[in-house]
């Protein structure tokens, strides 16, 4: 016991990472800190998706409805006249209720719903991630001085972070390039 407990502190001192760890920070030159700088390093202008469709929240369900027919998109912005966010509309929240939303002559309003989390145009990639973390959903609204300018997902954000890495590591590799 006295021996594996010296043995323990002395690969410690000498190692300061776990073995399991020691061979990817070693061989693979990958760092357990180095995801927030992977993350922070990646533009969110990049990764936003400035091609939404925006409703008034005073349309009717019908109109909607048309507007749903001509797109593929599964989110929508419910945005005031000065292009503030009032709310969004979930597809798949709302697939349920909405023909019979259509059948009584309801609103936009009726349908709509606050967005978990607003991601600030200027929040760091790695503060934008943990909010994905934390609620557990794939996309969010972004403003930029309370104007709404775009959606951005999770989906979006994890390529990119995986095209930054490929790129890390082949700046890395003299044999990849």
Do not use: C
């Amino acid at each position: 016991m006295i021996v594996s407990a010296l043995s323990y502190i002395i690969a410690r001192v000498f190692n300061t990472h776990n073995m399991y760890w020691s061979h990817l920070i070693h061989e693979d030159n990958v760092h357990p800190d180095e995801d927030h700088s992977l993350l922070n390093a990646m533009s969110l202008d990049s990764i936003i998706n400035y091609q939404y469709k925006a409703v008034d929240k005073q349309t009717p369900v019908a109109d909607f409805f048309k507007i749903l027919a001509d797109t593929k998109v599964n989110i929508f912005a419910v945005l005031d006249k000065s292009g503030s966010l009032e709310g969004v509309i979930w597809l798949d929240e709302i697939r349920k209720s909405l023909f019979t939303a259509v059948q009584e002559g309801h609103t936009v309003e009726d349908i709509m719903v606050a967005p978990p989390a607003v991601i600030e145009h200027d929040d760091p990639m790695s503060e934008v991630m943990d909010t994905f973390d934390g609620l557990d959903v794939w996309q969010l609204p972004v403003v930029k001085d309370g104007v709404f300018i775009g959606f951005i997902s999770k989906s979006a954000v994890l390529n990119k972070y995986r095209e930054v890495i490929i790129h890390k590591h082949q700046q890395a590799d003299l044999f990849a390039r």
